[in-house]
């Protein structure tokens, strides 16, 4: 039984990959807080990630799909929600290119559900209530050799996906002008670490080498990234959330700029010694393979804003990060087995089959 006298905070998307993190910081640091998690548990969501906090007396999770406007009305109609925050999404850019309504629907319309249900309870007095939208720096669109992407960055999204996040990114604004719904936004970079589903660069590369299977490289691999640590994301929105403005953007990345090509090498070589491999061993595996659609070329974040307003840091190198990462996926083989059976087998036959160049 959830305890009225707390506040009652929703975090959607918490059985994913960001969300689990967020879920976990949250429900640990802040016992005065209920905890609702939200999650539909797609192909992408997996309550085994949140399984050392189940028993916690402040963590509650909700089934359901935030598609769904009469199910997200009666939760948040039950539930009185001070604040959101919203990570629920569809967030691969390969499977928008395939499936662009789907990211439509949930990213968009689920947005929309959420924000009108929270106007509903709270229209006639905002007084401490907040919805906090997580958000992505693909809404900036991609970058030339030189120079950042800033909170004033015009959005330009090229994907289906970042178009879905640029759309609903301006619903939350519009709410807040419109409605006087109180709101913060955060545009995040490439994130890496434990949980994140076999889909995205790094955990993918480290399921194929521990397979010896080859790793498909799109185009020529001079795509550049911004990487930051999963648990340094889930710290800022933890300061944003507590001591952001209202009404602000704030953009967060790692400081952390990698060709993928170069990182790939980087991972190869942790992983051989990990895998008592001969040195230059995974990197054989390095296949080139057909371009993604409207790759972006670059995204780097100037996280200036968060840095100088709010003290928020990236806790470690990347060096550091990937060998945690590593080591997690080493120590979670039953993990990685269960979300690769069944479904995933038939998402790498359709996405990579005909990918090679
Ligand atoms: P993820 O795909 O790992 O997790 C998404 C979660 O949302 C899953 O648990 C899934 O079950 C849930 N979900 C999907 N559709 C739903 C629906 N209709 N109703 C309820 N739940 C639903 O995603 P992630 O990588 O953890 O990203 C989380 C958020 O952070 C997304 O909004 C994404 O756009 C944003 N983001 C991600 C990154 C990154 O590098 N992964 C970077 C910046 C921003
Ligand atoms: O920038 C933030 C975004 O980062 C998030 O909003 C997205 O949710 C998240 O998926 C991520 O998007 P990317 O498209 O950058 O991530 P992905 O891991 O899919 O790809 C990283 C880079 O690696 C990109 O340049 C494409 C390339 N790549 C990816 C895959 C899956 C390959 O070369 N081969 C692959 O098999």
């Known amino acids: 039984m959830a305890d009225y006298k707390k506040k009652n905070i929703l975090v959607t998307g918490g059985a994913g990959f960001i969300g689990s993190h967020v879920v976990r910081t949250f429900v640990r640091r802040y016992p005065d807080y209920n905890i609702y998690n939200l999650d539909a548990l797609t192909y992408a969501g997996n309550l085994e990630n949140l ?6 007396d402040n963590y509650f999770f909700l089934k359901g799909d935030i598609t769904d406007a009469a199910f997200i009305e009666k939760e948040f109609a039950e539930k009185q929600f001070d604040a959101v925050i919203h990570l629920a999404a569809e967030s691969h850019v390969d499977r928008s290119i395939t499936d662009p309504l789907a ?12 924000l009108n249900a929270f106007k509903a309870i709270w229209m006639d007095n905002w007084d401490g209530k907040l919805f906090y939208h997580v958000s ?15 909170e004033e960055t015009p959005y330009d999204p090229n994907s289906p996906y970042s178009a879905s996040k640029a759309s609903s990114d301006h619903f939350v604004r519009a709410y807040g002008e419109t409605y006087g719904l109180p709101y913060t936004i955060s545009n995040c970079s490439n994130n890496y670490g434990p949980n994140q589903f076999p889909e995205k660069l790094i955990p993918l590369f480290i399921n194929n ?5 080859p790793l498909p490289v799109y185009g020529d691999g001079n795509y550049t990234r911004d990487w930051l640590y999963v648990e340094d994301h889930a710290e800022a929105i933890d300061l944003i959330f507590h001591k952001g403005q209202k009404n602000e953007t704030y953009n967060i990345g790692g400081f952390n700029e990698w060709k993928n090509i170069d990182l790939v090498g980087l991972l190869c070589r942790q992983m051989d010694i990990k895998l008592g491999r001969q040195e230059g061993e995974s990197e054989k595996l390095i296949t080139f393979v057909r371009d993604r659609p409207g790759h972006d070329l670059r995204y780097a974040i100037d996280a200036s804003k968060i840095h100088d307003g709010l003290g928020w840091n990236p806790s470690v190198t990347f060096e550091e990060g990937l060998a945690k990462t590593i080591e997690w996926y080493f120590d979670n083989s039953e993990w990685l087995q269960h979300v690769t059976s069944g479904e995933y087998q038939k998402y790498y036959k359709t996405q990579y089959s005909q990918t090679r160049i």
């Open 51 to 56: 399984k050392d906090i189940e028993g916690r």
């Open 103 to 114: 990211f439509a629907k949930t990213n968009i319309l689920g947005t929309i559900n959420l």
């Open 136 to 150: 992505t720096d693909e809404v900036y669109g991609s970058l030339g050799a030189t120079g950042y992407f800033t």
């Open 209 to 213: 080498i521990i397979n010896k299977n």
